[in-house]
């Protein structure tokens, strides 16, 4: 045994490494493998071509989320090529004998939603789906991130990935939030901060006593979006609350088997003088309501700022100019007081309970602003399910909004739910590329308190104005 | 899935000069709904490519006639965004069998080296430099030399070396595929998951 001092991500990396290849990736074991519709079929496919099954199919769980419809979802889907890609990921899972969540299954819901609330996600583990948001599960102090499809046919043949180990960054926030700022523009911010690409090559830590006082909910949102700047994941340390959310979830262990992983997920956390790569530090109180601007996520700032230049960003002018082009914005422009057309609260980042829960403390006892056409869409039936048993649908509803079925809706423009060209929405997603929401589609991400704060307004505004 | 070898590749390239050209660019999410890997080069870069009523955008690119060849050239963070391994293979199906650029997100980089596209890092300077030579002369030619680990702009001679590390060069010039590595590897991975705590 050696005694160097080791971090978190080193630790359950080094725990899954089955073989280490001179000059060249690790072989990696994993321990959950999530599948949808869309990055699966040709996988089972190419399993078929080679003539070889699935190694551990209790491993691997499948779930029906990216090209589902959101409403009326006891019908036949219409879309005849979305329904081929349900059947196939049904067909597949009976054939291998993988649990399937489809569409109308009570647990079905967005991937990354359900793999935690039922228990499936738990710390120290290796965790991939051929989805790049898998790095949500990171809150768990899980080493997860998203995958192709070739490596999900890797996964599914020998419950292995072949993987260089990444790089380790740290990004630790201390101190305290402001009034009106959530997990969601935590994370905007130091993408903001780091841009697009400032984590690339990178698995992320997020450390300081920001992380240690969210919530599993915000460090989900946190951690979903560490690909957004370029990191393979991010995690945080586990800890009581980790271990709180976890207990009694029915997929997690039970008795002797829960005080032995307990015992373990206890170890799992950086030592004192373990060193990173890259460290960046940050200040809780500089954080601002945050919204983005342009065509990807680095572009954000605080809510009360105006739009910056080129060159303060350190973006190139010709890809600069041509998102303000595609967004019709110009630079120096204040968002406060933009139009909004739609208001998009779902997806993996923020299609949880809390996010409902915020959702409507700003909307409780207003109106929706006739203008805008809001998609509120839940993460998952249980999602669902507590909306409505916590009251927040009621709430909704006398504002004047309706609640969807579960899915990933508006987030890919994938399914029906698309944002129409030219419009402005103001998305709890994590993308606002180009065509993103749908072709043309303008997208502003935000947190929900903004995203509330738009929907009631009809404008883009600060949320602080609205909290009592 | 098994794919050609490469070992030296020499043509005309496109060039690309945009940053941050994400996956969803690459191939919008609509064009996902296919369970075969078939087709995709006809939606490479779709919104960018064509009109609304299906005709092309004739400043972009691909629509240019006088640009054509095996390599794609394009600006930094190239492939950033979802994991969708499509994204590879409708630049594989496309035609492009390389792509050069200053800095490639991870997820594309891996995806493409699974599917048989070489994505070579170069310098921003160098970068700069085949931008140039292909403005000067869109005809012409870059060399990409895998087993050197070289890229030259044949007409000047300028050359720079990118990084590969072993097992995937070895891959790549042999059109092997990790699925075929992992399954020589089986015994092994039983062992381990024999004793795996989940
Ligand atoms: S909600 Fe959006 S980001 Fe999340 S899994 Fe679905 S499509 Fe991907």
């Known amino acids: 045994m050696s005694n160097q001092a080791t971090t978190l991500f080193d630790k359950v990396w080094d725990a899954h490494v089955v073989r280490k290849i001179a000059d060249g990736p690790d072989v990696l074991f994993i321990d959950r493998h999530f599948i949808h519709e869309v990055t699966s079929p040709v996988a089972f496919l190419g399993l078929e071509q080679r003539g070889i099954g699935v190694l551990y199919p209790e491993r691997t769980f499948a779930t029906a989320d990216h090209n589902t419809p959101t409403i009326n979802q006891h019908l036949p889907v219409q879309d005849p090529l979305s329904a081929i890609q349900l059947k196939a990921l049904e067909t597949n899972s009976a054939k291998y004998g993988i649990s399937h969540w489809g569409l109308n299954n009570p647990k079905n819901g967005i991937v990354h939603v359900v793999g935690p609330e039922n228990g499936i996600t738990l710390p120290g583990m290796s965790i991939v789906c051929g989805d790049s948001h898998t790095s949500t599960h990171g809150a768990f102090g899980a080493i997860a991130f998203g995958i192709g499809t070739s490596e999900v046919e890797m996964v599914l043949s020998s419950q292995c990935i072949m993987q260089p180990k990444p790089k380790k960054m740290r990004i630790s926030v201390n101190g305290q939030l402001q009034k009106g700022v959530v997990p969601k523009d935590v994370v905007l911010y130091i993408i903001s901060q780091l841009t697009a690409a400032g984590a690339t090559g990178y698995f992320v830590e997020f450390a300081g006593d920001v992380f240690e006082n969210m919530t599993m909910e915000g460090r989900m949102t946190v951690c979903n979006m560490s690909i957004e700047m370029g990191a393979r994941g991010g995690m945080v340390a586990p800890d009581e609350t980790t271990f709180n959310y976890i207990q009694g979830r029915e997929k997690a262990p039970k008795d002797e088997a829960w005080d032995k992983a307990l015992a373990y997920w206890k170890t799992l956390k950086t030592d004192a003088d373990a060193s990173f790569d890259k460290e960046y530090q940050f200040n809780a109180a500089d954080i601002e309501p945050m919204i983005t601007y342009g065509t990807n996520p680095g572009m954000g700032i605080g809510i009360s700022q105006s739009i910056p230049t080129a060159e303060s960003i350190g973006s190139g002018q010709a890809s600069f100019d041509k998102s303000m082009a595609y967004m019709g914005f110009q630079q120096g422009e204040a968002m406060m007081g933009k139009k909004v057309d739609y208001v998009f609260v779902g997806s993996c980042t923020n299609g949880r309970i809390e996010d409902f829960r915020a959702f409507a403390s700003v909307v409780k006892g207003r109106k929706k602003a006739d203008h805008v056409t809001a998609w509120i869409v839940p993460g998952s039936h249980i999602v669902e399910a507590q909306i409505r048993e916590e009251g927040i649908y009621d709430i909704l509803t006398e504002a004047g909004f309706q609640l969807r079925q579960p899915g990933c809706s508006a987030c890919l423009a994938m399914n029906d739910d698309k944002i129409p060209a030219g419009k402005y929405a103001v998305s709890t997603s994590n993308r606002n590329f180009e065509g993103r929401q749908g072709p043309g589609a303008r997208t502003l991400l935000a947190s929900p308190l903004v995203a509330a704060a738009a929907a009631v307004t009809g404008v883009v505004t600060d949320p602080r104005e609205l909290l009592v | ?198």
């Not at chain 2, 075969?36 to 629509?63: A, C, H, I």
């Not at chain 2, 499509?86 to 891996?110: E, L, M, T």
């Open chain 2, 1 to 198: 899935m098994a794919y050609d070898k490469f070992t030296v590749l020499q043509s005309s390239a496109v060039p690309l000069p945009i940053e941050n050209v994400d996956t969803d660019q690459i191939i919008p999410a609509r064009f996902l709904k296919a369970t075969e890997r078939k087709g995709f080069g006809d939606n490479l870069f779709r919104d960018w490519r064509y009109n609304n009523d299906d005709s092309p955008k004739q400043d972009f690119v691909l629509n240019n006639p006088i640009y054509s060849g095996k390599i794609l050239v394009a600006g930094k963070n190239f492939g950033s965004g979802s994991s969708r391994e499509h994204a590879a293979w409708a630049i594989y199906d496309y035609g492009f069998r390389c792509v050069i650029s200053s800095f490639f997100a991870d997820i594309f980089k891996g995806n493409s080296l699974n599917i048989g596209i070489l994505p070579v890092t170069v310098s921003a300077e160098f970068l700069d430099k085949i931008f140039k030579a292909i403005e000067a002369d869109p005809k012409t030619e870059i060399k990409v030399d895998l087993p050197e680990q070289k890229v030259t702009i044949v007409a000047t001679g300028e050359q720079e070396s990118f990084d590969i590390n072993g097992y995937k060069k070895h891959n790549m010039m042999n059109g092997f595929d990790d699925i075929d590595y992992l399954q020589s590897a089986k015994e092994d991975i039983k062992a381990f998951a024999a004793q795996s705590l989940y």
